[in-house]
């Protein structure tokens, strides 16, 4: 069995050493890299080749990549680097692994062409000037044989470890049976469709109910096809920590069962939710887990390779032991995984390190996207830019003395542009050439006195550096689907201040490619209606293969009662109250035990419950609060045990109204006081406009899909168990509307509320 790697891998294997060193020194984005290559190429003789292809053999290890490019006519291979700044700084460990892979490069040319000697050319080019310094030295293909092969028996231990690993893995993993007794009713069915869906290579979107298992009934299948698939990794994707959690619990009944596969699960967490030491910088003269990061790395990494679950707390004991960061070995560690669980930027981000390392190494991944509903919101969040004039302010005043002119260009044409504004909010078909022009310069200007001052910039000035450069990316793919739109808000005794947002709409541009990057992808929730909307905004592709999954309960289970006499409307809000009150006294008089109250807004929340506690002050009641921590949402479900009796007030889509499981008598019913329908605002009316451009459905996609969803995911809180008994109260006359009901689960059964 022969093992494979790429030549960047096996170098940033083989050839890491001293310390992780993240002083800031900004490096080109990707497009930029790609231009700069292409600048050093078009400069280059007529013979010149580009992107040359080179495999090698090194025992049971085939080692592949690309070279940048080779000269003929001067016998020149080139290593290609773009950077900005002064390269003097650049540290000598990144040097070192430059031309560790110019090397491996070399040697694999020289076998290529049967060459006795070659000159190799470390080429780096400055993408600000344009300017290369090439560094060049001759080499024998003796020593670079020699190079070559000491490199690949360093890596060599470690690919046969992972080649038993694997092995050992894929064989396991064809015997593995499902880890339960029996599939739940409908598990079967979704298990079925995710392995059709894999073995086919197709995309899936699969909306199964809450209650049927989707996480193991998911997670059991891809691992069934690791073989014969041949898939490198499964990558399981959530949008909030609960999730999270949920699937690396699925994992361990795995892992528990009888013949599981060996396994390696690995949890991925932000990078400040890792970090041992958030007051130090990540440079070995700051922090003690980056000094001699990549001596230490090796060992921490044989340990961790030994464990089944990585989770947050294994690998934090593992790096702790060897005395490195947590958080750069779990980076380490997605490179040796065969599941990860990780939140959806990791792989769906601009920046994704999942989907860069899967690219880079031609990895086979499967895909599977835990509560898939969440996506169209995240998506649009992950490639939009937002900038704050008050922040822009702020660090003008405490900016370094070089660049307050760039800050002051920046500020001086957004004035200029808020100056021209009437109205406190305007969209516009495009964001402004010349702000954007004062943006670049100043992004460079700053790139520049952070190669000149390694220290580094206050966390303030950092962060808009940041924002500033996302603002520039975003606004280099600009098109249609997004909204350029320019909020003012008056701050007391001062003149307007504004934001800027280049704001995603439909996110599908951006979310097609990771789709159809992995081998499948499987997209699962109990709200995918209707499936025209998501496959439009998520650009699922045209062979997806779309599956309805029958509910494992009966409407027996369940009494949904439309309460058409209130209307939650704003403007009937105050009208509304009483009745809602006394509802909620009736049903819980009628049947006493733990229910969930959710409503549109913490201020209506607010009133129900204080007139709840005024009029029935024997009803024990808690609320959900404005930007609730991990540790208090906690403390609130914990108040939902079998044995009390109360009702909890929750925001609808908040953190209450998914991805919690309150089974059995811990929750007996819901009250939904909203249609769910995002605010009436300017921005949610542009983004109508712009829907009913694309789409011809502007309010539909904008307000009544993404507002049912929210009400069959919070209804769906109450029925987790076959057992289980329940009551929902849908409040409000519009749930009568047929419109409406289409939405709604097929296995509910509707009746008017008595009241």
């Known amino acids: 069995m022969s093992y494979s790697i790429a030549v960047r891998a096996l170098c940033e294997f083989t050839a890491k050493v001293g310390d992780l060193d993240l002083r800031f020194t900004p490096s080109p984005t990707a497009l930029e890299g790609i231009v700069g290559h292409r600048t050093v190429a078009s400069r280059r003789s007529e013979g010149y080749q580009n ?40 540290p000598a460990n990144h040097r070192q692994l430059h031309w560790a892979q110019a090397k491996i490069y070399g040697g694999l040319m020289c076998q290529k062409l049967q060459l006795e000697q070659i000159n190799l050319a470390l080429v780096y080019f400055d993408i600000v000037s344009e300017k290369e310094t090439c560094l060049v030295e001759a080499f024998s293909a003796a020593d670079l044989q020699l190079f070559f092969e000491h490199h690949c028996g360093l890596f060599l231990h470690w690919a046969e470890q992972e080649m038993t690993h694997r092995e050992g893995r894929n064989l396991a993993a064809q015997r593995l049976a499902f880890p339960h007794a029996d599939f739940r009713p409908g598990q079967r069915h979704l298990a079925e469709s995710v392995f059709k869906a894999v073995s086919t290579g197709r995309c899936l979107m699969a909306q199964a109910p809450t209650g049927i298992g989707k996480t193991v009934g998911t997670l059991f299948p891809m691992l069934k096809a690791l073989a014969p698939q041949q898939l490198d990794k499964v990558f399981f994707l959530t949008a909030k920590t609960p999730g999270r959690k949920l699937a690396l619990d699925a994992a361990q009944v795995i892992l528990d069962s009888a013949d599981a596969p060996p396994l390696r699960v690995l949890e991925m967490i932000a990078r400040d939710k890792a970090c041992e030491h958030p007051d130090k910088a990540c440079h070995g003269e700051s922090c003690p887990l980056a000094q001699g ?50 939140d959806y930027n990791y792989y769906f981000d601009f920046s994704a390190l999942l989907f860069g390392l ?105 962060g808009f550096y940041f924002d500033m450069l996302q603002f520039g ?92 006499q209130i209307s939650t409307r704003y403007v009937h809000r105050q009208a509304s109250l009483e009745p809602i009150v006394e509802l909620i006294a009736k049903q819980f008089t009628q049947r006493p035990g733990n229910y969930l109250a959710f409503f549109s807004s913490f201020d209506y929340l607010q009133q129900v419950a204080q007139l709840l506690a005024e009029r029935h002050p024997h009803i024990t009641l808690w609320s959900q609060s404005r930007g609730m921590g991990e540790g208090p949402r906690q403390a609130f479900l914990d108040q939902f045990t079998v044995h009390s009796q109360g009702v909890g007030f929750a925001v609808l889509g908040g953190a209450f109204g998914e991805g919690i499981d309150l089974p059995g008598a811990r929750l007996i019913g819901a009250f939904i006081a909203t249609l769910g329908l995002a605010q009436l605002n300017p921005v949610n009316e542009q983004m109508k406009q712009r829907m009913a451009a694309i789409f011809g459905a502007g309010y539909d996609y904008t307000y009544l899909f993404p507002g049912v969803q929210k009400v069959v995911q919070a209804a769906g809180r109450v029925i987790r168990t076959q057992q289980d008994q329940g009551v929902v109260m849908l409040i409000d006359d519009r749930f009568g509307e047929s419109k409406v009901k289409q939405l709604l689960p097929r296995w509910w059964s509707m009746k008017p509320a008595l009241f």
């Open 473 to 564: 990316r975003v606004a280099e793919l600009f098109d249609e689907h997004f909204l350029f739109d320019i909020s003012k808000r008056d701050l007391e005794r001062k003149r307007n201040l504004s934001q800027l947002c280049l704001r995603n709409v439909v996110p599908a541009a951006f979310i097609r490619p990771r789709l159809t990057a992995a081998r499948s992808t499987v997209l699962f929730s109990a709200t995918l209606s209707p499936r025209h909307y998501y496959a439009d905004l998520l650009g699922t592709p045209t062979n997806t293969v779309w599956i309805d999954v029958e509910s494992p309960f009966s409407a027996e289970q369940l009494q949904v009662h439309i309460v058409s």
């Open 293 to 342: 990061f990549y001596d230490r790395l090796p060992a921490a990494r044989q340990a961790a390779s030994q464990l089944s679950l990585l989770n947050q707390s294994a690998l934090r004991e593992v790096a702790l032991q060897h005395e490195v960061c947590p958080y750069y070995l779990s980076q380490e560690m997605a490179r040796w995984a065969d599941v990860v669980v990780a």
């Open 358 to 462: 899967a690219q880079a190494n031609n990895w086979k991944v499967a895909v599977l996207v835990d509560e898939a509903h969440n996506l169209v919101e995240r998506g649009r969040q992950m490639y939009s830019a937002n900038l704050d004039q008050a922040t822009l302010n702020s660090v003008r005043k405490t900016a370094p003395e070089p660049l307050k002119r760039s800050l002051q260009r920046v500020n001086r044409e957004w004035n200029a542009l808020h100056d021209q504004q009437l109205s406190p909010y305007q969209a516009y078909d495009k964001a402004p050439e010349k702000l954007l022009q004062a943006l670049s310069l100043c992004c460079a200007s700053i790139g520049d006195y952070l190669n000149d001052h390694p220290q580094g910039l206050d966390s303030g000035l950092q």
């Open 51 to 90: 992107e040359v292809a080179l495999e090698g053999q090194y025992r049971t290890l085939t080692v592949k990549g690309r070279a940048d490019g080779y000269d003929p006519a001067q016998n020149c291979l080139e290593e290609v680097k773009t950077y900005r700044g002064d390269l003097s700084k650049q």
